[in-house]
């Protein structure tokens, strides 16, 4: 009798282990991450993290996405399934504990494979998810949410999304046409993608078919997703939170145009970090007066009217006088959209070294000489593996390969609000150059604080498409974006923007010879000119603000 108990009591055993195998992917452990291995489209199985809140579900998800370790999301679970929600954490593809191509974003969008629309297909049919999807996470993990937004994964309800770009190409690969250097090797190495990345990204230095598939603006009709975009104004990928704002409000499609919100803080890649370079912000700058993560998320997967619905589309901080209390800015702003109403305003160039409301009476020309064996280091700016933000230039300003032009010492504060641009007619004695500008703010005491800047590589001033060589001799009018900015230059200020053939290594060097460099290649010094004068009205264009509607 006892050896017949027994041996019902392993058959019951037996068959409850049994069922309990054959239900494991329903098991939720509260408190401990549940390991899921989901299969994407062609196979590949996405090694996925399940933070479960206590009580019974359904609950609403939250989804990231990243490169640089699932394991690392705990913290991220604690706080979301202690707001009632379940958090998904999931290894990229070819990434830790992820099968597949261990390639940056490769299968994030909306080609063969879209890893994003898979896995949130694969959440939105669990009996736990009641059919209501956030996705979060900033930098690689804001750039998979942009990718994946064109492809509108059922369940996918709203986005938050940190310091991103809504172009590989345009604004983390290359910028003006030169590769991003330091930026691009470093990242790639140093986070331990296959070096296949690197070689990609060496090999297609125009804007072609392997980048159209990394930029939203391909498929910015097919975005139907709410979405907060938070970025800074010295992050490495500054442009790309304000386009990424910009397209999917007014570009987007129905679900999207209208329900975007931007936050622009003063912050390097490291949001809400008041040590930007060289500088302290004040106190205020730590953190955004709107949009935190778990008001976003009550709001759009569970109906809470907290008012997040009602508040500005816009917010951003303008940058003021950092050493004299009373000076204006150094605040947080609320508007309707972006860009600001401003007006285009020219500094133009003189031969003396001036910037000027008017342009020269003659015609002059400044020339700089670019030595790819001597280049013009980098000293902070919108970088990512080197030093970021406002850093003093004068030390560079005053190398003989530098042009420098100052305005006069201003009598009233001046605010600058949104995308600054120079216009500049150049020619060179090489098929191919840079024109690297960089713009400051300059104290009463000397400091040239760097604010922004840009380059442009003169074989792509028709487009990113492709390289044009550039006769020499020839002169050619050019614009050098350096992105976008929001600040108010003090009385006894004046503004400056330096500009020669190089800032190394945050782009990579031109040899001037009309070919891409690389460690080998043959270089030549290259001469550039810039033009001056009523016939050619080289100037540095700023959007002035004279008056801003806030909330």
Known sequence: ????????????????????????DDTIVVGTPVLKMIAMRDGVSLATDLYFPEGDG????????????????????????????????QDMRGRHASEGANLPFIACGWGAEQDGYDTIAWINSQPWCNGRIGTVG????????????????????????????????????????????????????????????????????????????????????????????????????????????????????EGARGRQWLVMGPWTHSTGDVFVGEVEFPKNAENAPGNPFDLWFDYWLKDIDNGIGDTPHVMYYTIGDLYAPLAPGNRWRFVDDWPVPATETPYYLHADGTLQAEPPAEAAEITYLCDPEDPVPTRGGRNLVLDAGMYDQRWLEVRDDVLVFSSAVLEE????????????????????????????????????????????????????????????????????????????????????????????PRW??????????????RFKQQNVTLHCGPQYPSALILPVVEQVEEW
Request: negative net charge; glycine residues 8%.
């Open 58 to 89: 359904p609950w609403p998800v939250i989804l990231m996405r990243t490169p640089y370790n699932k394991d690392g999301a705990a913290a991220y679970g604690a706080i979301a399934t202690g707001n009632g929600y379940v958090l998904a954490a």
């Open 138 to 253: 900033g930098s690689a993990l804001g750039i998979t949410q942009n990718l994946m937004a064109p492809t509108e994964p059922p369940g996918l309800v709203a986005q938050h999304i940190g310091v991103a770009v809504s172009s590989l190409y345009h604004q983390a690969a290359y910028q003006g046409g030169a590769q991003r250097k330091s930026q691009v090797e470093g990242w790639l190495t140093n986070t331990g993608f296959d070096p296949e990345a690197l070689r990609l990204y060496q090999e297609h230095p125009d804007y072609d078919d392997f980048w159209r598939q990394f930029n939203i603006a391909e498929r910015i009709e097919d975005i139907n997703t709410p979405a907060v975009h938070i970025g800074g104004w010295f992050d490495t990928f500054c442009q790309g939170t304000l386009d990424s704002y910009v397209l999917r409000q007014h570009m987007g499609g």
């Open 1 to 24: 009798m006892a050896e017949r108990l027994t041996r019902a009591a392993l058959v019951l055993i037996f068959t409850a282990l049994m069922a309990a195998i054959a239900c494991a």
């Open 508 to 521: 990579d060097l031109n040899p001037g010879t009309g070919e891409v460099w690389t460690d080998h290649c």
């Open 413 to 504: 504060p001046l605010e600058v609000t949104g995308r600054l641009i120079c216009r500049f007619w150049v020619s060179a004695d090489t098929p191919n150059a840079d024109v690297a500008v960089r713009f400051c703010d300059v104290y009463p005491d000397g400091r040239s604080m760097l604010i922004a800047d840009g380059i442009l590589r003169l074989s792509k001033r028709d487009g990113m498409e492709r390289a044009v060589p550039m006769i020499p001799g020839a002169i050619y009018e050019v614009e050098v974006d350096l992105w976008s900015t929001s600040i108010i230059f003090n009385k006894e200020h004046q503004i400056r923007i330096s500009v020669c053939g190089s800032n190394f």
